[in-house]
C-alpha cells in the first residue's frame, strides 16, 4: 500500500542533511560544551555556529537566541520569564497583563491560565472573525496601563490563517512610543512562530518582534529541540535553575547533536524558502480545487491569506477522527483539529472561536503537505477521499 504523508503541520521526519550533520555529535564529537579542553571546545563551536545562523535567519544577535526542548517550552519560557521580572520588579504593576488570541496553541493558553491561576497576571483572551483574525482594533482596545505582554501566533496550526504580525509590531511599537513619559513598562510582543518559520518572513526587528518561539521537529529536525528569541533588554527571569548555560536563561547542559540539527534546519529552510513555498503552494490548490468538488465540502481558514502548507476542511455529516481512520486504511495519514487536542472529545477551540457550531468543527480534516508531497499523492488523495466521506455518510445518514 502506497503511504502518504499529509500530516506535516504535526511533524516532519528528519532530513538525511540534517541527520548528517547532527550524527557526529553523538559519537566522535561528544564534548560537554562548558568544559575547557578539545571536546568541550568542539561542541561550544559547533553551538556558536548553530545559534548564529538562527540569529542571522531572524536578523536578530546570536546571543538573543536561547536553545530549548520544543516551541511548548519556549512558549512558557517567554511568557513566565518575563512575566515574573515585571511582576516582581516593577513595584507600580501588581497584576501584570496579557493580551493574547483564543485560537492560539494550547501552549499558550494553558500557560496563560497558569499565569491567571497563580496570581502573577491578567490575561484578556481576543476573538477571531470567520477566519481566525485577530483585529488590530481589538488589541489597541484590550490594551490597558499593566499591559505588558502580547502573545499572537503568527500562523494557525489547525487552519493555516496568517495573523497580521507586522501590523501588531508597528501597533505595540507606535504605543511604547505615546507611553514613554508615564512607562510603567513597555508592552511586549511575543509570536508563536511555530508553524510559520519555514515559509514567511521571520525578521524580527522588520516584524517589531521581541519574543519568538519555534521548535525543530517542524522543520526536519528531530523532536527534542525549540528555540526561543528573546531581544536584548526584554526583563527576564529564567525558569529553570542550575548552571550558567544559554546565557544564565536555561540551565542544563547543551543538546549538542540537536542544536546542531536545529541550525543546519534553518540553513536549509533559508535555501529553500522560496522554491518550497512555490511547490508547496501549487500542489496544496490543486488539493483544494479536488476536495472542494465534494458536496458538503468547504475550506475554513483565509482563502489567501494562508500559510502555504496547510488546508483544513469542514466535512458535513463525517466524524473528523472516522475520516482519519479510514483514510490511515487507504494509506493516507492527515489530522483533525491539531495533533494536541485530538484524542479528547472538546470540538476545537480554533473552529468554535471561529464561530463554527461543535458538530460542525467534529467534521473537520486537515490536510499539510511538506517537501516530499507530489502531485500523484495529491492526486491520490483527492481520488479516495470522496469514497471514505461517501461511506461515513451512509454510515451516519440522519446527520447529512
Ligand atoms: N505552537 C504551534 C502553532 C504548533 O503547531 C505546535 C505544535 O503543533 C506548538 C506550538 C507546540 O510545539 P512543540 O510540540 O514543539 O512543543
New binding site residues.
Partial sequence: MKKIYLDN??TTPVSPEILAAMEPYFTNKFGNASEPHFWGQEARKAIDEAREKIANFLGAKPKEIIFTS????S?NLAHKGLIESIKYQVSSIKYPHIITSRVE?K??LETCKHLEKIGWAKVTYLPVDKYGIVDIKDIRQAIRPETVLVSI?Y???EVGTIEPIGKIGRLIKEINQSRISNLKSKIFFHT?A??AIQYLDCNVDGLGIDLL?F?G??LYAP?GI?ALYIRSGVPFVRQQDGGGQEYNLRAGTENVPYIVALGKAIELVEQNKVHSTKCIEKLKSKLIEGVLKISGVKLVGHPTNQAPHIATFIVEGAEGEAMLLLLSDKGIAASSG???TSGLLKPSHVLTAMGYKPQEAHGSLRFSLGKDTTLKEIDYVVKVLPEVIKKLRKMAPKLI
Fill in positions: 503541520a504535526a520544543c516551541a511548548t517550552e512558549i496553541h501552549a499558550v501566533m500562523t494557525n496550526n508563536d511555530t508553524q518561539s521548535s521537529h517542524k523532536k525549540g491539531s495533533a494536541c
